[in-house]
């Protein structure tokens, strides 16, 4: 890695998560408790390392956004699975949904500059997150219908107080064979030792640069020293992987980010994986011209480091990020591509929103809720009728290549 000097912590003056209102209908056990968990620790932020070397930041050509307005056809129907013990969670376009993705919080403490501008009208809404039991029984309720992986995200889900018991509880659901979590790094050196005991299996890791001004930049105050030593506590705790996501940033110092990141993966066992940047309500004035292709990167990235090998790996894979390695890597590395190579046709996920709605497309214009069952005569009949009703609503495939973004307003509502 490119070595860190030490930085001399600050404390910003940052509301941490405020507490969510206690709801009549939460289990037995819940509301008492609600007023407490879900305030985080203040968020720690860092001065710059003195000297960091700024090296490798020439300026890069900027790549345009060629394929908006293009037409795209439907995907074709994928065969529905018929493995043993079957799914229910099935598209009308036969895709099988075993992946779900649970927003814990919409709050977060860095500001990312892709993420969240600095005008934005930021909170989204009041903070009245699910409980732990409230996570628990809603996950329940997808588990049984043939979800098998979970992950945890945000906002920023180390900001709740309550995590480990959210963990804990997620985990032990049957038929959950895989917990992961991800997060922006900053409570990962405290933490990450406690997630592995309650439950959790892998972390993905937000940092889109390892120069320690740039990355100040991007996220608006972050310390990438603390973000790293979060990385390292996450390894030795024994979660495995450990993949890094970094987001495409174009302008100067783009295409050296990403070879820096990538240059990672020769000596560590990680997983860097690189993202084309995706239009919200909140950043789409800025898309067409700060984007970055994967392709640009990927040829950037062979033409220093030599040809990307498909990666052989036991584990299976569970998002779009196909896996290459540098030949003598330890690590990996990952292109998930959403605008020039779209990869609508597999998807197999579905999102929980903090509040309690199922969002079906991370791009869908609507959100379905689910909350309200839980106070249903027999809530886990109530929740599974609701979503097998509501998934036929799925779509075939996001419209970001026609200039549609849907509802979503910014990232940190559901954690891509």
């Not at 219908?145 to 804990?168: A, F, N, Y």
């Not at 052989?312 to 190579?341: D, K, N, W």
Request: with cysteine; hydrophobic share 40%; proline share 8%.
């Amino acid at each position: 890695m490119v070595p860190l000097q030490p930085s001399d912590l600050a404390y910003n003056d940052v509301q941490p998560t405020e507490p969510a209102r206690a709801l009549p209908g939460d289990p037995a056990g819940e509301q008492a408790a609600r007023a407490t968990r879900e305030t985080g620790p203040p968020p720690v932020f860092g001065k710059a390392g003195a000297g960091a070397s700024a090296r490798g930041r020439e300026s890069v050509s900027m790549s345009p956004l060629v394929i908006l307005g293009q037409d795209r056809p439907v995907p074709p129907p994928i065969p529905a699975w018929s493995g043993a013990g079957g799914s229910r969670l099935v598209d009308a376009f036969g895709r099988r949904l075993t992946y779900l993705r649970v927003s814990v919080t919409d709050r977060c403490n860095l500001r990312c500059s892709y993420c969240l501008p600095e005008d934005a009208d930021f909170p989204f809404g009041d903070r009245d997150f699910l409980s732990p039991g409230e996570i628990e029984a809603m996950v329940g309720a997808l588990v049984r219908l043939g979800i098998r992986r979970v992950r945890l995200t945000g906002g920023e889900p180390l900001v709740r107080r309550d995590i480990l018991e959210i963990v804990r509880r997620v985990k032990a659901l049957p038929g959950v064979e895989n917990l992961a979590l991800s997060t922006n790094g900053t409570e990962l050196a405290r933490l990450a030792p406690a997630l592995k005991s309650a439950g959790v299996d892998r972390v993905n890791v937000s940092v889109d640069s390892l120069d320690p001004e740039r990355f100040r930049e991007v996220t608006r105050g972050g310390d990438l020293e603390l973000v790293w030593r979060g990385i390292e506590a996450a390894l030795a705790a024994g979660l495995d992987p450990v993949k890094l996501n970094a987001v495409l940033l174009s302008g100067a110092g783009g295409l050296a980010d990403a070879e820096r990141l990538a240059a990672l993966t020769l000596d560590h066992p990680l997983s860097v994986r690189f993202i084309e940047r995706m239009p919200t309500e909140v950043n789409q004035g800025l898309q067409a011209e700060e984007f970055l292709s994967a392709d640009e990167v990927r040829a950037r990235l062979e033409a220093r480091f030599g040809p990307l090998l498909a990666a052989s790996t036991a584990s299976p894979r569970t998002g779009p990020a196909a896996a290459y390695r540098f030949a003598g890597a330890r690590g990996e590395v990952g292109f998930i591509t959403p605008l020039s190579h779209t990869f609508c046709a597999d998807c197999n996920r579905l999102r929980l929103t903090a509040r309690g709605e199922l969002r079906l497309c991370l791009f869908a214009d609507r959100v379905h809720p689910l909350r309200h069952l839980l106070a249903a005569p027999r809530p886990e009949a109530a929740l599974e009728a609701e979503i097998l009703r509501v998934l036929q609503d799925k779509p075939a495939e996001h419209k970001l290549t026609q200039g549609d973004y849907g509802n979503l307003v910014s990232f940190m509502q559901i954690g891509g």
